[in-house]
């Protein structure tokens, strides 16, 4: 995931958006929720942010670019990258980052996302299904299941997680971090669980639900 920094905000803003983002353009990736928490404490600004995106198409999209927009009560903040790899046809995808580190020039206040998508292909796939609990101790705790024939490395697998409050409010997310898994490969029709540690930016009593997603990594046939 890529912090971009951009000198001048009201040319980002005002440039054209990418053509799955023009209202005159049929979306195949598309955002069906944003939303985001954060804090400043002393010299530092915790932020996190959710967006949930959904594939409303009947094929499957590759290279997908999330560029989401950091608003704060002055203008933009940052703006960060994160290219997913695969989301197939007719599938929700969990996307949350939690910055490592963000100026307090002004405080961030919201979310703008914009996808763009490299390209498509026939429905022939699926991503990992995967669950998790909300944080106790610190910790988020999930489990993700293999469907694939290959085996899954857990090593370079990366899980992205949304985490809702009690009222089914969007408030934040990460790609989680610290991970600790069950197995080391999660072998075909099996299943391992795992940990991760939730950042500052959101307090583990507000988060009421976890929904996550993964980018797997397969091992060699």
Known sequence: MRRLWLGVAV??????????????AKPVVGVLRTGASGRISGTSQY?????????KST????GVKVRVFVLGDAGLV?????TIPFIPAGTTFYLGNEPASMSTVQRATG????????????????LPPATASPPKGGRIHGTVQNRYK????????KIYAVY????????????????TW?????APKKSATFSARIGPAVSASRIARVAVSVSPVLGKS
């Open 59 to 62: 094929k499957d999209a590759f």
């Open 11 to 24: 040319a980002v803003l005002a440039a054209p958006l990418p053509a799955a983002a023009r209202a005159d």
């Open 182 to 186: 069950s197995k080391p490969t999660i």
């Open 150 to 157: 290959r085996g899954i490395v857990t090593r370079g697998a």
């Open 78 to 82: 940052g703006v960060y990258l994160t």
């Open 164 to 179: 809702y409050d009690r009222v089914g409010k969007v408030i934040g997310g990460d790609r989680l971090r610290g991970l």
């Open 47 to 55: 932020f996190s942010y959710g967006v949930v995106l959904r594939n």
């Open 111 to 126: 979310v703008r996302a914009v996808i763009a998508v490299g390209g498509t292909g026939k429905a022939s796939g699926t």
